[in-house]
């Protein structure tokens, strides 16, 4: 199998007059780790929906390991294989946790999915005692999901994931609203996650991890078409592809790693701000 994803000319606009996503075409391998960047509005979580089979597309085509993703498939009243297996091999981490968590405690929310699955129960229980120490949350496996902080949450809905051990991780702005620490550790994870041969696709408009979680950056244009798609070293060091997708303004530039923004031109000192 070459592609584990292909899309061709997807177009997509919610209630048939928003426009979302217009002409995307891609195709992604696995194992890659791919972010998807772009301003607030271009269609990045659309894209994620789409690659999850949660939206269609309006037009356009979408194949997923060699089958056509379409309503008809991911039916779900209708019993279907390969909407199982889509589904054992695909993995989503909502931008909001508070939509991906929903059971009384983490240690069922954490279950849950390996139940769905008709995993043994012996089994369930081993890997969600794997996936508390793994997340460093064994100490909250009794509490509400809904009273934790948002780092602890993030990494609740992660576990939640991965517990099922999928192939394919989309993650929706997954940084934002991270304490710098719960940040590196959330990168770091990425990082192996990458390591261990696990596709990796991050939507973020946080330039300043997608040079140490992907190796590809695929840059949506305010018009919902892709501007760009290129290494992301080499995203990284087009300012004016940056600066035309909105992405920072003529006040930042890039110094290697780090994004500055220069505070208006008759402030004396020069100073810089870090803006991430
Ligand atoms: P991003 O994740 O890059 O911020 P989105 O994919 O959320 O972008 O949104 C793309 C476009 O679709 C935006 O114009 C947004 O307003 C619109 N949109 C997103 N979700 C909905 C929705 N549920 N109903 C109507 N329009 C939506
Ligand atoms: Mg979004």
Known sequence: MDAIFDLRNISYSYVGKIDALKDISLKIKQGERVSIIGSNGSGKSTLLAILNGLVYPTTGEFYAFDNQI?????DAVKDNDFRTYFRTKVGFVFQNSDVQLFMPTVYEEIAFGP???KIPLQDV????????EIMGIAKLRDRSPHTLSGGE?????????????PDVLLLDEPSAGLDPRTQLWLVELLQELGEAGKTVIVATHDLEIIEMISDRAIVMGEDHRIKEDARTKDVLSDFELLMASNLIHEHMHIHGKLVHEHLHAHKKDHSHMHVV
């Not at 379409?70 to 991911?74: D, H, I, K, R």
């Not at 229980?125 to 508390?132: F, S």
């Not at 949450?153 to 994931?161: L, P, Q, T």
């Open 70 to 74: 379409t309503e008809e498939v991911f």
């Open 153 to 165: 949450k993030k990494k609740v809905s992660i576990a939640s994931v991965l517990v099922n051990n």
């Open 115 to 117: 139940l769905q699955l």
């Open 125 to 132: 229980k081993a890997r969600v005692e794997d996936m508390l």
